[in-house]
């Protein structure tokens, strides 16, 4: 039965006009190597497999910058693909969400007890403005906390903005996508919204971060690396 080619790049003759077996193509049409279509089926011939993807390096959520290291309570929970760099004090009980960036470089940062950063969320400062988040403090989705002071209790709303030296009361609540604009503040116990934020009215419920404490110490003990399922994360999301 006549057998088709398709065109050996690798022969230096070629035989790309072949359209049939001659007497000294070789059992496969090609002496050297090629793919071959006879009734239907295609057969495809290499020299050695293709080399396999090398394994992914798995991200380190700490980094120490120059002489300046993050410290994480041993009770804390930092995602693996958080990033807490410098001077970075992570206290009890405390949260850091995938995604987060904690950016000590220039000034100190505190994350106070049992309080957590959610998933994206942003934390900086700049020299004399340090960022400080009090006990039971939630910082939502994406939110920027910005040089600024949380007291205890409070709540900064998913992408809310706080910038330098801006205060956010004791129990007191940022509403999602306000901006409070350097030096402001939010008095205890109060909502504000907006852009610039203005208060509006006292919480209703006092805010608190005791879920997010369950969920921490939930992901501390059960969260696994698919490439390692064996392997359960540390306190900073470090294989133990």
């Not at 009734?39 to 992914?56: H, K, N, R, T």
């Not at 959520?61 to 002489?67: A, I, N, S, V």
Request: aromatic content about 4%; some cysteine.
């Amino acid at each position: 039965m006549p057998r088709d080619f398709r065109p050996c790049p690798a022969c230096p003759d070629g035989h790309a006009d072949r359209a049939q077996d001659g007497p000294d193509d070789g059992p496969d049409g090609c002496a050297t190597f090629g793919s071959k279509i006879t009734a239907g089926v295609v057969g495809v011939f290499a020299l050695s497999p293709p080399a396999p993807a090398p394994a992914p390096e798995a991200h380190m959520p700490l980094h120490t910058l120059e002489d300046l290291t993050p410290d994480i309570h041993p009770t804390a929970f930092v995602a693996p693909s958080a990033d807490v760099i410098g001077q970075v004090k992570v206290e009890a009980g405390a949260s850091i969400w995938f995604g987060a960036v904690l950016r000590g470089d220039t000034e100190q940062l505190r994350v106070g007890e049992r309080s957590n950063v959610q998933d994206g969320a942003v934390l900086h400062a700049d020299p004399g403005f340090p960022c400080t988040l009090h006990e039971d403090v939630t910082v939502g989705h994406r939110a920027v906390v910005h040089g600024a002071t949380c007291e205890a209790g409070s709540l900064v709303g998913m992408g809310a903005i706080m910038l330098n030296g801006s205060r956010l009361g004791r129990g007191a609540v940022l509403g999602a996508g306000a901006l409070l604009p350097e030096g402001k503040e939010v008095p205890d116990g109060m909502l504000a919204v907006g852009t610039p934020a203005r208060v509006v009215r006292p919480v209703a419920a006092t805010p608190n971060a005791a879920s997010y404490v369950r969920n921490g110490e939930r992901y501390r003990a059960g969260l696994r690396s698919q490439a390692d399922p064996a392997s359960p994360t540390g306190p900073a999301g470090d294989p133990t």
